[in-house]
């Protein structure tokens, strides 16, 4: 499971001194209990694995958006404390998938869902989501499987 995997790593971490990697992790544990909690209020259970991964991905996409406001401010300092961030987060998602199996995991999923427009995008995205959680950038492929749809 990814939360002991996380565990593990904080103490690793510990023994090794590594501060940086020691705060993300940390914070990283930190969003997770919030969401678990967040979830337990709504009547749903602990969050799962593939869960998870979107937690992940969200908190990747917020550090990516300060990466860029800090680099157009002049902080080189604080957007290199951003992207070492991102790196410790990434580690626990699964490998990116490329443009082209994208491509084709979208091919795929419109011939599946037998899907002739744009308003069949939603059944196309939810396949996607559903075989290929944490695998691609959903902001990306929305535009792909739109092109596709509409091309």
């Known amino acids: 499971m990814l939360r002991d ?5 904080v103490k690793e971490a510990m023994k090794a001194k590594d501060e940086r990697k020691l705060s993300t992790l940390r914070m990283v544990n930190s969003t997770i209990k919030n969401a678990d ?4 209020g709504e009547g749903k259970p602990p969050l799962s694995d593939a869960d998870l991964l979107g937690v992940f991905q969200k908190m990747i996409k917020q550090r990516q958006e300060s990466v860029e406001l800090y680099d157009k401010g002049g902080r080189a300092e604080l957007a290199a404390q951003e992207r070492e961030e991102i790196a410790v987060i990434s580690a626990y998602l699964p490998k990116q998938m490329s443009d082209d ?10 011939a599946e869902t037998g899907a002739a427009g744009i308003k069949d995008m939603g059944k196309v995205i939810g396949v996607l989501r559903a075989k290929y959680a944490g695998q691609m950038d959903f902001g990306k492929a929305s535009g792909m499987v739109k092109a596709a749809l509409t091309g």
Do not use: E, H, L, P
């Open 5 to 9: 995997d996380i565990n593990n790593a």
């Open 37 to 40: 909690i967040a979830a337990r």
């Open 101 to 110: 199996d994208v491509k084709a995991a979208i091919s795929a999923a419109i």
